[in-house]
C-alpha cells in the first residue's frame, strides 16, 4: 500500500503569529487518519511550530536545503539543522527554485543526498511549463528530471523519496491540469521508475500531485490511481479548505 500525503506548501506566507494560529485550526480540525499531512513552513516557524505538532500527525518540512552540511555559505540553512529541530521532509526542486534560483537537476541531485544523509524525506518535484507541453515534450522532460535528480539512489534510498508533480502552468494559476493529463503522466513518472528500480518499487512510490489543487477539484485528482495525494499552495494557507483536501 502507498502512503497516501497531502503537503501544505506555505511557501513564503505567514509571519509566526499567523502560522501559529493556522497550525493550531489545521490541529483543531484534523481528525485521526492514515494519510501524512505535512507542512512546508518557513524555516523561521520550526522551533515554535514543532512543540504545536508534537504528539500530533502532523509532520513538518522544509521548502529548500543547502548542498553542503555546513560551512561559509551566508544565509543557507542545511539538511543537518533542520534534521536536529524535528523536521521530517524536504521539498526539492519545486519550480519556483528551479526558475528564480537556477537550481538544475544535477544540483537537486547533490541536495537530495545532502538531505538523505540527514534522515530527511524528499519531496521531488517535477514538472512541464506551458510551452513544453504544446512542444509535446513534457512526458521526455518529467523524465530527465527523474532520471538525473534521482537514478542515483539506490531501492532502499528510493523508499525516502516522494515525488510530486507539478505541471509549472498549473502552480497558482487556478488552472488545473484535468485528472486524465495527470493520470497518464503519473502512470509514466511510474513506468519510468519501474525501468529502473522494477515494479515493487516503482508501485511503492508516492506521487503527489500539485497546481491549483483545491476543495473542489481534490476529490476527482486524487481518485485517479496513480494519483497519492498533493502538494497544495495557496489552499493550504486556509485551515478549512486545506482540511477538505485532506478529506478528499
Ligand atoms: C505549489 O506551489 O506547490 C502549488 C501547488 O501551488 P498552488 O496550489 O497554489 O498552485
Given at each position: 500500500m502507498r502512503k497516501k500525503i497531502v503537503a501544505g506548501n506555505w511557501k513564503m506566507n505567514k509571519n509566526i503569529q499567523q502560522g501559529k494560529e493556522l497550525c493550531n485550526s489545521i490541529l483543531n480540525l484534523l481528525e485521526t487518519s492514515n494519510k501524512e499531512v505535512i507542512l512546508a513552513v518557513p524555516f523561521t516557524h520550526f522551533t515554535v511550530l514543532a512543540e504545536l505538532v508534537k504528539g500530533s500527525n502532523l509532520k513538518l518540512a522544509a521548502q529548500n536545503c543547502h548542498h553542503?552540511?555546513?560551512?561559509?555559505?551566508?544565509g543557507e540553512i542545511s539538511a543537518s539543522m533542520f534534521a536536529s529541530l524535528g523536521v521530517d521532509y524536504v521539498i526539492l526542486g519545486h519550480s519556483e527554485r528551479r526558475a528564480y534560483?537556477?537550481?538544475d537537476n544535477d544540483l537537486l541531485r547533490k541536495k537530495i543526498d545532502t538531505a538523505l544523509s540527514q534522515n530527511l524525506k524528499v519531496i521531488y518535484c517535477c514538472g512541464e511549463t506551458l510551452d513544453e507541453r504544446n512542444s509535446g515534450v513534457h512526458f521526455d522532460l518529467v523524465a530527465k528530471q527523474i532520471i538525473e535528480g534521482v537514478?542515483?539512489?539506490n531501492s532502499e534510498e528510493m523508499k525516502n523519496i516522494v515525488i510530486a508533480y507539478e505541471p509549472v502552468w498549473a502552480i497558482g494559476t487556478g488552472e488545473t491540469a484535468t485528472s486524465v493529463q495527470v493520470q497518464e503522466i503519473h502512470v509514466h513518472i511510474r513506468s519510468v521508475i519501474a525501468r529502473k528500480y522494477g515494479e515493487y518499487v516503482a508501485d511503492g512510490i508516492s506521487i503527489l500531485y500539485g497546481g491549483s489543487c483545491k476543495p473542489s477539484n481534490a476529490h476527482e485528482l486524487f481518485?485517479?490511481?496513480?494519483?497519492?495525494g498533493g502538494l497544495i499552495g495557496?489552499?493550504?494557507?486556509?485551515a478549512e479548505d486545506f482540511i477538505s483536501i485532506i478529506k478528499a
Open positions: 553542503e552540511l555546513s560551512g561559509a555559505y551566508t534560483n537556477n537550481e537514478f542515483h539512489l481518485s485517479q490511481t496513480d494519483v497519492d495557496g489552499a493550504s494557507l486556509n
